[in-house]
């Protein structure tokens, strides 16, 4: 293979364990087209149902504001791209950690996939806390500078201030789940993702509206029951790991000498390039936040609804990819390079096969979704006419998230983080403000935008993406 064992960006990792595993056990990886389908669906499905509560929570916890208004709904929307922004940090933890520990399964290298796991969550602890009493002063600058919404800002800047406040209850969880993920124990993260919600939703009834005797406190209670439900999650996945230590195990957390420095150093590379690939993608997609807060609050509302669908679909695309991580980074820990195109084609046969029936399933059903949220005719058949290109997005965007995902488990991070800074920072922010301001497309103007830079990305995915596997099957 290409490069060699020194952490570079080459997929390789940092062995720090003296296990790395029988030489007998070494598979031909010549399975059957059945086996590796079996094999994707099997830590897919529960990995797609856990990404599927994350939006359904967004999805809920939308609809639980709505009756406060639409001026609500829009506040709370807009804190979503500043505070993924500053979450790019944890979700490239969470990726470099299933990098990590997939391909340390693969090796049976249990020391090493622990000493990374034990690193990457020291490090997301430490950076959250730093950051939550951050923000509890920088909540009103950053609210700010994010929103051009005047009705809007006071209310957003109380519910940013709480939730990144206390970040640390969401970015434990996604950083635990991301391991497991890692070694297949999607099950045990959905598990925790079903916590979440059930926590969520509680504490949204009671403290939203005000119910059983708890107060009214409109947005806020809503951040609370997000607070609350990472909480959950977290203890879930505090208490799996502590009983059962199969692999992954939280003995010896606080040794911070069981990582050697080259060990961190690749840390900085896979986590770094994953950090600047999430950071393009969440400025690009703030840069058009911010245009379209530009917008009336009921042009918007429609959108932001409307983009609910779109988390649905990521979630799909975001569970298939963690099977492909898991699988791709086992088979290139493993040394079997080309068994990962075999992963590859099938994922991508089954994300095929799921656009179409989501893209059937947004045209069909679209007047019901819209009628979920609004009452007024005109609000229903603007989002039906958004639910078209949604479907056309649907394609794009699993595809390209599979594709990533395969790369991301060979350890490739550097290609997605070009891609993300040429198509999202740069290409979607562009049109969106080209076709919005000089055009005079208002909200279709972000729309298009969207479809423009989508198409973009998904091309580039596929041609770099072909030639790095190429690359590995040709080097075994």
Known sequence: MNGSRNGGGDGSVIRVGSNQGDPKEKMTGEGSHRDHRREII???????????????????????????????VSAVSLTAQ??????AIFFALGTAASIFVSQALGRKDRKEANA????????????????GVAFIFLADPVMRLCSRQAETIETSISFFRVIMGLMVFQTMPLILNAALRGIGLTKVTLVSGVFQAAVDFLVNYLLIEGHLGFPALGVIGDALGTVAGGVAATVVGLVYMKRHSDFLTLKGV?????????????????????????????????????????????????????????????????????????????????????????????????????CAALSAVYILGARLFYRQYFQDEAAITQGMAFNWVIAALTFL??????????????????????????????????????LTEVWRLGVWGIWWASVISQVCWFLSALILGRKRFRQLAGAE
């Open 82 to 87: 500043p505070k993924n922004l500053f979450f």
């Open 254 to 354: 606080t040794d911070r000498t069981a990582l050697p420095p080259e060990g961190w150093k690749n840390i900085r590379s896979k986590a770094g390039n994953t950090v600047f690939e999430n950071l393009f993608t969440r400025v690009g997609f703030l840069i058009s936040s911010v245009i379209l807060s530009g917008l009336p609050a009921d042009q918007t509302s429609v959108y932001f609804v409307a983009s609910i669908l779109l988390g649905y679909t990521f979630a799909f695309g975001d569970g298939l990819q963690s099977a492909v991580v898991t699988l791709t980074g086992r088979s290139m820990g493993a040394g079997r390079p080309k068994e990962i195109l075999e992963y590859l084609k099938q994922a991508l046969l089954i994300g095929a096969v799921l």
């Open 116 to 131: 990374y796991f034990h690193a990457v969550l020291r490090l997301g602890f430490a950076i959250s806390v730093i950051l």
């Open 42 to 72: 099997l830590i897919g499905v529960p990995a797609i149902l856990e990404s599927l509560i994350a939006v359904l929570i967004t999805s809920i916890d939308t609809k639980m504001i709505a009756p406060l208004g639409k001026a609500a």
């Open 397 to 434: 965007q699993i595809l390209r998230i599979i594709i990533a995902g395969a790369m991301r488990g060979t350890g490739e991070t550097r290609i997605p983080r070009k891609m993300a800074m040429v198509c999202v920072l740069i290409i979607n922010p562009a049109a969106a403000l080209l």
